[in-house]
């Protein structure tokens, strides 16, 4: 027994704990059940069932959309997509928006392993396609469901953008298209202040012409700054550019620049050009316009997306007044006919907008509640139109004065609530705003000087007075924030906008819809057999 007891132990023996063999039916039976507990794990969330009442159906449908958006949605709170899982290494790459290139280009020098990952990523957030391509061109709705601000400028909450937010980015990306509103403001204070120093109506000031020459010098200069910073932009960042002439806003300041060459050929000091100006200087100035113009009424009159009725805003002012400011030009120089044909095209679309934007038309885009300083564009055309027609035809006649009375009552209409006009963040925009201030001031120089009265030259000094004090204001806010307190040119987020918003619209629920039909049968069915019972 012992000799058999050590051979055992001496055995290199493996023992093995052997089961019982279950049946095949019971081996079948625990792989399904095996099965539906992973289904079960797959599918956490009930569904509804018409056995339970309607108070409990909709509680269940209420959880399970809960349950749903928790688990789908992705969490937006304005935040850039560089900043999300998988996108690291894009944060902060500002390249997207320079000459020539796209988040496609770059997509595609990245690992397609990588690639794959982004893809799985948007695939289940939402995402649709790659909507991130900067060449793509915005359409015009989606600006007004993105951003909101009277300047559009602003992005509402839980959208995304395609830049950072916490990162500073680089100033030519910062500088908007808005910045020709300084130039705007300066260079028609040189027209008024030597309107002021020739004018009959006012000669009893003596205001001396080195006033006007200092402030055309000022606006030239820049004019000069502004125009070549934004054709850097246009050289290196191209994109962005073409996100500004998308945007339903700032699409007018393209016709800025030339509306400012134009004011500074017309206040151009006496010392400088002591006779008429060359036509060639209004086919300059007035070409481009002419061209731009085409452009952006063609869209407005051929209907689409960008039809009038869907894109007009106050600043859409400033693609009207150029005409009437080319006509004053255009009659400085002598072409009386030229003139005649930017009055009759300016009435006639300043007519339209100016009708389109107070009815409030329902196909048209809400405009913003809070009144604001766009709301000063209203005044830039019929004042400009009244000092064209009186530059023309040498009188303030009365289709002069009734664009001129025009321009009066609503100067009124907003100075009486000037309360409004508080409690605003300060932008470069502002400044487009206080020309049609200096417009109104110069328009009634020129009434002054056709009906020269106490009342009528008092209204000339306090509308210029307010002008010249309103310039100078944003000259000093204007300079603090650019050198005090380095806010002046923020992250321009109005341009990194994603082409559509990412994850799928809400949209009425259809379960919701089964639920009221299902119970609106139900109801008249049981009416309907207790009205036989009845009956019987």
């Known amino acids: 027994m012992d000799k058999k007891r050590t051979t055992l132990s001496s055995l290199n023996t493996h023992y093995v704990d052997v089961h019982e063999v279950l049946p095949e039916e019971d081996e079948e039976r625990i792989i399904k059940m095996e099965e539906d507990k992973v289904i079960k794990m797959k599918r956490p969330y009930r569904s509804f069932n018409r056995q339970v009442s309607l108070e409990t159906g909709f509680s269940v449908l209420n959880k399970e959309n809960k349950a749903k958006n928790e688990r789908k949605g992705l969490t937006r709170s304005g935040t850039s997509l560089g900043t999300g899982f998988g996108l690291e290494g894009r944060k902060g790459d500002f390249s997207m928006f320079k000459t020539k290139s796209s988040l496609s280009k770059q997509n595609s020098l990245l690992p397609r392993k990588i690639e794959r990952e982004l893809e799985s990523h948007r695939s289940n957030d939402g995402f649709v396609g790659n909507d991130e391509s900067v060449n793509t061109s915005v359409p015009v709705g989606r600006y007004f469901a993105a951003l909101r601000g009277p300047e559009l400028d602003e992005v509402k909450e839980f959208e995304d953008i395609l830049l950072p937010k916490d990162e500073k980015w680089p100033f030519l990306l910062r500088f908007p298209i808005g910045c020709f509103g300084i130039c705007l403001g300066l260079s028609s204070q040189a027209v008024l202040w030597r309107a002021l120093a020739t004018s009959p109506a006012t000669k009893f000031l003596q205001i001396p012409p080195a006033i006007n020459f200092a402030l055309w010098l000022l606006a030239v200069a820049v004019l000069i700054t502004v125009s070549f910073t934004y ?121 339209v907008l100016f009708v389109t934007l107070y009815q409030r038309l329902p196909t048209s885009e809400a405009l913003p509640k809070e009144l604001h300083p766009v709301y000063s564009m209203f005044i830039a055309a019929p004042s400009a139109a009244s000092i064209a027609w009186e530059s023309i035809y040498g009188e303030f006649d009365g289709l002069s004065r009734t664009c001129y009375f025009i321009a009066l009552f609503l100067y009124i209409s907003l100075v009486v609530r000037i309360n409004f006009f508080t409690g605003f963040r300060f932008s470069v925009a502002w400044w487009s705003y206080t020309f049609p201030m200096t417009t109104a001031s110069v328009a009634t120089i020129k009434y002054a000087e056709h009906v020269p009265c106490v009342i009528s030259k008092c209204l000339a000094l306090g509308l210029s007075f307010m002008s010249t004090t309103m310039v100078c204001v944003l000259f000093v806010s204007t300079f603090l924030h650019a050198f005090v307190w380095h806010t002046l040119f923020p992250n321009d987020l109005a341009i990194a906008i994603t082409t559509r918003r990412h994850g799928k619209e809400k949209k009425p629920l259809k379960k919701a819809y089964d639920i009221k039909r299902w119970t609106k049968k139900a109801l008249t069915k049981n009416n309907s057999v207790d009205k036989d019972s009845t009956q019987e």
Request: one cysteine or more; proline letters at 7%; hydrophobic letters at 50%.
């Open 231 to 351: 054709i850097l932009k246009c050289i290196f960042y191209f994109e962005a550019v073409k996100r500004e002439y998308f945007h339903p806003v700032r699409v007018n300041f393209f016709f800025a620049p030339w509306v400012v060459c134009m004011f500074l050929a017309i206040g151009v000091p006496p010392k400088l050009a002591p006779h008429a100006l060359h036509p060639a200087i209004w086919c300059t100035f007035m070409g481009p316009y002419f061209l731009l113009e085409l452009k952006i009424y063609g869209q407005w009159l051929s209907g689409g997306k960008r039809r009038l009725c869907k894109v007009a805003n106050p600043s859409s002012h400033l693609s009207v007044v150029g005409n009437f400011v080319g006509a004053i030009l255009a009659s400085k120089v002598g072409w009386e006919e030229p003139a005649k044909f930017l009055w009759g095209v300016g009435f006639a679309h300043y007519l």
